[in-house]
Every structure is written in C-alpha cells, then in structure tokens.
Nanobody
Framework: QVQLAESGGGLVQAGGSLRLSCATS????????MGWFRQAPGKEREFVAA????????YYADFVKGRFTISRDNAANTVNLQMNSLKPEDTAVYYC????????????????WGQGTQVTVSS
C-alpha cells in the first residue's frame, strides 16, 4: 500500500516562509514525478510544482515562480516545497502525489494522494 504523508503546514504572516515535506512509504517512486497541489475552500485543486523523484527537472505553476522551490532530500527520502514570500492567496490545503507523466499539471494524472497539510497566510 502506497502512502504519502505531508507535513510542515501552519499559520504564517504574509511575507513569511514555510517548508512542506512529503514522505513516502510502501513503495519506491524511482520513476515517478512527485508533485505538489493545493486546494483552497470552494476552489478546484490546482497544480503548484513537480519534480522527478531523482530531484531533477522541476517545473512550477506561474503564480509561484520565484517564490516556491521544490526539491528532493535524498537523506530524508522526502520531496519538499520551500515557500517564501507567502501571500494570503496561498492559503490552502497542500497535497503531494505522484505521476509517471512528466510535465503534467493535471490532478487526474497523479496518484497516491496524501491527506494534505493546511497552510494559512494571514494579512
């Protein structure tokens, strides 16, 4: 059984930073692309960033370029999302998931979703 577990969410003021982590268990994702999505209340789940499990070739949604960085921590076996210069509109539940389709930004292409971690940015 594949499991993904997100952590690192919390409450932060606008302009602040948070670092989210996605830990895996139950399988290896060696050939997968790992992605972060987010879903705000009343809105559809949207793509944030993704990266090969190896840590190569990250890609981002336009609205987070220059503020968020996705990376792979080999020692901890996690995929992380460093979020800087946070804005109130970044408030959402953040999820990680995997896909075999590099370049995909469609949530339907991703599998093995975690439970999510809440990020709240106050103004």
């Amino acid at each position: 059984q594949v499991q993904l577990a997100e952590s690192g969410g919390g409450l932060v003021q606008a302009g602040g930073s948070l670092r989210l982590s996605c830990a895996t268990s139950g399988r290896t994702f060696g050939s997968y692309v790992m992605g972060w999505f987010r879903q705000a209340p009343g809105k559809e789940r949207e793509f944030v960033a993704a990266i090969f499990w190896s840590g190569a070739s990250p890609y981002y949604a336009d609205f987070v370029k220059g503020r968020f960085t996705i990376s792979r921590d080999n020692a901890a076996n996690t995929v992380n999302l460093q979020m800087n210069s946070l804005k109130p509109e970044d408030t959402a539940v953040y999820y990680c998931a995997g896909t075999r389709t590099y370049g995909s930004r469609r949530s339907g292409d991703f599998v093995s979703w975690g439970q999510g971690t809440q990020v709240t940015v106050s103004s």
